[in-house]
């Protein structure tokens, strides 16, 4: 069975911080496809990230960068110099090729407060 | 680009009423979800379904039904609210393009209040 965690309930940087949020998974599938989502105050839920099982390459987008690695079942989310705006709850997010039709399994989330 | 639109945003329902959640997407996408968000316990898929004509449970059934009208609709229906139903639900949608998962796109979410 898949799963996902998100060990750190809640983190509290003061803005200009780089912050580091922790995922692991869980998983007998070899192929399968992680996610990062954001959820801001607001309630939306909005889709940053999306890496496969085969693609083990770093990324870096402007201050948002995620390191993936398949020995440690790790996909950590790192915010460079943080901002007021990126206080949020962010999943992490695991979905099986196997388990079909695309479904996902979600980590509890981190609450990310950003304080000026 | 409407994506995901949920009806109705908010609802407040007194135990024993019963009420549908609709949700409809324009992407084209296949697959749908309902999933409810309870505070510190992240998103628990209720149901899904594949495509049009086919639903599947998720991890938390129990009290809810589903239909997948057409391609573009999947509707909720708790038949007999109760207080452990209260909760913020979400309804998303998905595509596996060339045996690949795609992210998933969410509505705005129903808060549902059950007294």
């Known amino acids: 069975a898949q799963k996902v965690t998100q060990a750190q309930t809640e983190i509290s940087v003061v803005e200009k911080e780089d912050v580091t949020l922790d995922c692991v998974y869980e998983?007998?599938?070899?192929?399968?496809?992680l996610f990062w989502y954001k959820q801001p105050p607001s309630g939306e839920l909005v889709f940053l990230i999306r890496r496969n099982s085969f693609d083990e390459q770093n990324e870096i987008s402007g201050r948002y960068s995620w390191n993936f690695q398949k020995s440690t079942s790790s996909f950590n989310f790192t915010i460079t110099a943080s901002q007021v705006v990126d206080s949020a709850v962010y999943f992490c997010a695991l979905s099986e090729a196997l388990a079909g039709a695309g479904k996902s399994t979600f980590g509890d989330g981190t609450t990310l407060t950003v304080k000026p | 680009n409407a994506g995901v639109t949920q009806t109705p945003k908010f609802q407040v329902l007194k135990t024993g009423q019963s009420m549908t959640l609709q949700c409809a997407q324009d992407?084209?996408?296949?697959?749908m979800y309902w999933y409810r968000q309870d505070p510190g316990m992240g998103l628990r898929l209720i149901y899904y379904s594949a495509s049009e004509g086919t639903t599947d449970k998720g991890e938390v059934p129990n009290g809810y039904n589903v239909s997948r009208l057409n391609k573009r609709e999947f509707s909720l229906r708790l038949e007999s609210a109760a207080p452990s139903q209260t909760s913020v639900y979400f309804c998303?949608?998905?595509?596996?393009?060339?045996?690949?998962?795609?992210?998933?796109?969410f509505g705005d979410g129903t808060r549902l209040s059950i007294l």
């Open positions: 998983t007998r599938d070899t192929t399968y496809y």
């Open positions: 992407m084209n996408h296949n697959s």
């Open positions: 998303a949608s998905s595509e596996v393009v060339r045996q690949a998962n795609q992210p998933q796109h």
